[in-house]
Structures are given as structure tokens and as C-alpha cells.
């Protein structure tokens, strides 16, 4: 019954935990996730940064076993839209997970699956957030450090990505007068197709 991974140690300033496997998201990673096209295509063309990383902890697998994973996103921008993670449901859409922040400051954006209704929760140092099973989720970084959170999961829970790859969330934190807001996705693009319009219009 007792085994070897009953402890671990992590570090929450570099995203490590000691002889764990680490996955990395650059930004080429995360084409179609972020709103703004073009913005991704300039911030591409500048470079390949790494977005996010994600250490993971299987200690078994299996009913009523967990793993965990912690986060590390950037600081940053794609246009106007915080660096992010892709998101995803998990393939086993019964599973509900928590995330406990870290350091740094952020949102989580869940979204129902059936509904598409959505909310996005603060996530920091000091707050635990509960995803519900049936529930997309995605975590921003908002601050100008780097936001980090351990996420605990049941072992079974998998990741759905293509669901969300194929329609996206259907909102985005945005910066806005230097301060993070929640737009609907299709607003947000309407705005900005009418705003480029007035100003083709100005310019004729
Ligand atoms: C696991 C979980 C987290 C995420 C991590 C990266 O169920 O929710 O460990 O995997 O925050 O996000 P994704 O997986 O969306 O790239
Ligand atoms: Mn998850």
C-alpha cells in the first residue's frame, strides 16, 4: 500500500517538480487559441517564447486514485488578449478537478458544455477554485508575474482538447484601460471589425 510517491517537491517559482516529467507550450502551441489572428501571426513572426509549462504527478491510476500538475503561465499579451493555457474538458466529463493558486494573479475561465454559459474566477495565491465536471477550463495569467497553480484531478479524468479546438471559449480576458475585463468572444470581433471599418472609411 505504501509506496515511493506519497511526497514530492515542488517549486512554484520555476514550474519544476523534483525528477517529474515537464510539459512545455510555446506559443506556436497555441495557434487558433487566441482571439486576435493577426496579433498571434506578428507575435510569431517575433519569436517562439514558451507560454507554459505543466509538471505533472501520477502516483497511480486508476477508481479514486488523483494525479496532479502544476502550472506556470507567463506574463504577457497576444494583442490585447492574456497569455493563457488551451483549455480543455476532460475526456471523462464526470470528473471535477480543483486548483489551488500559487502566486501571481489570473482567471479561470470554466465553461459548461452543454450550456455554454461561463464565469470567470479569480485564481491567486490564498483561493482554491472547483471545476465541475461537464465544465471547459482554461487559466490566464492577468498579473505581470508569472501566475502559478497546482490543479488536482482524478486520475481517470484525461484531456479533451479537439472540442475546444474546434469552437474555442466563448469568452476572452481582455486588457482594457490596464485592467483585465470579460468580453464575449463574437463582441469582441464585431468591435473590431467595425472599428478597422470606421477607420478604412476615414482614410477614403
Ligand atoms: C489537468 C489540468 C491542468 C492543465 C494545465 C494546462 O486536468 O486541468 O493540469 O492540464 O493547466 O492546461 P491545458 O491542459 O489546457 O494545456
Ligand atoms: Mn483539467
Known amino acids: ?25 510555446r506559443l506556436s502551441d497555441l495557434r487558433s487559441s487566441f482571439v486576435d ?5 506578428t507575435a510569431l513572426n517575433a519569436g517562439d517564447p514558451i507560454i507554459y509549462t505543466v509538471a505533472s504527478v501520477e502516483p497511480a491510476t486508476g477508481p479514486g486514485q488523483l494525479h ?37 494573479q489570473g482567471f479561470m475561465l470554466l465553461e459548461d458544455e ?9 485564481l491567486a495565491p490564498g483561493s482554491a477554485v472547483y471545476v465541475p465536471a461537464h465544465a471547459a477550463h ?12 497546482l490543479g488536482v484531478y482524478p486520475s481517470e479524468a484525461g484531456h479533451d482538447y479537439g472540442a475546444i479546438a474546434n469552437r474555442n471559449f466563448g ?12 468580453v464575449d468572444r463574437r463582441q469582441y470581433l464585431n468591435d473590431r471589425t467595425a472599428a478597422s471599418n470606421t477607420e478604412t472609411a476615414e482614410k477614403n
Open 68 to 104: 496532479y500538475g502544476l502550472g506556470i503561465i507567463m506574463p504577457g499579451k497576444v494583442g490585447d488578449e492574456y497569455y493563457l493555457t488551451k483549455g480543455h474538458l476532460h475526456a471523462w466529463r464526470e470528473a471535477a478537478e480543483l486548483y489551488f493558486g500559487l502566486s501571481g
Open 114 to 122: 452543454h450550456s455554454g454559459q461561463s464565469i470567470a474566477i479569480p
Open 1 to 25: 500500500m505504501i509506496h515511493t510517491e506519497l511526497l514530492s517537491f515542488f517549486d512554484q517559482n520555476t514550474g519544476v517538480i523534483k525528477g517529474r516529467p515537464t510539459v512545455e507550450r
Open 171 to 182: 469568452s476572452v480576458v481582455i486588457e482594457h484601460e490596464g485592467k483585465p475585463v470579460v
Open 138 to 149: 482554461r487559466t490566464i495569467n492577468t498579473g505581470t508575474v508569472p501566475l502559478s497553480y
Open 37 to 41: 489572428e493577426n496579433a498571434y501571426e
